[in-house]
């Protein structure tokens, strides 16, 4: 079975750290673009970051950029988002999904496969 799992969520206060993972398992991460998304409650979900199948492009939304960090692990089969100076608005349920295309922008690139989400919570 074909599946994504997020792991390394939970509590932080603002200008914590989080590194959030992005493992799978039936398939391999290499042969896809990765990208994290977000949804916090009562809001649309959002692009965050996206990693392209090679690594070597990445793009991050404007309120990520200088904080947030994308990169992959071919021998871990494994995509992270490494979360610096968190706030409290980055405060979400997150998700990674796979796509053949690295994009961010809602509705520019189809994802074929999304992991079930990991809460990530800044707050003091």
């Known amino acids: 079975q074909l599946q994504l799992v997020e792991s390394g969520g939970g509590l932080v206060q603002p200008g914590g750290s989080l590194r959030l993972s992005c493992a799978a398992s039936?398939?391999?991460?290499?042969?896809?673009?990765i990208g994290w998304f977000r949804q916090a409650p009562g809001k649309e979900r959002e692009g965050v970051s996206c990693i392209s199948r090679s690594g070597g492009t990445t793009n991050y939304a404007d309120s990520v950029k200088g904080r947030f960090t994308i990169s992959r692990n071919s021998a871990k089969n494994t995509v992270y988002l490494q979360m610096n100076s968190l706030k409290p608005e980055d405060t979400a349920v997150y998700y990674c999904?796979?796509?053949?295309?690295?994009?961010?922008?809602?509705?520019?690139?189809?994802?074929?496969?999304w992991g079930q989400g990991t809460q990530v919570t800044v707050s003091s």
């Open positions: 039936g398939f391999t991460l290499d042969y896809y673009a």
């Open positions: 999904a796979a796509s053949l295309i690295c994009g961010i922008v809602a509705g520019s690139t189809p994802y074929y496969y």
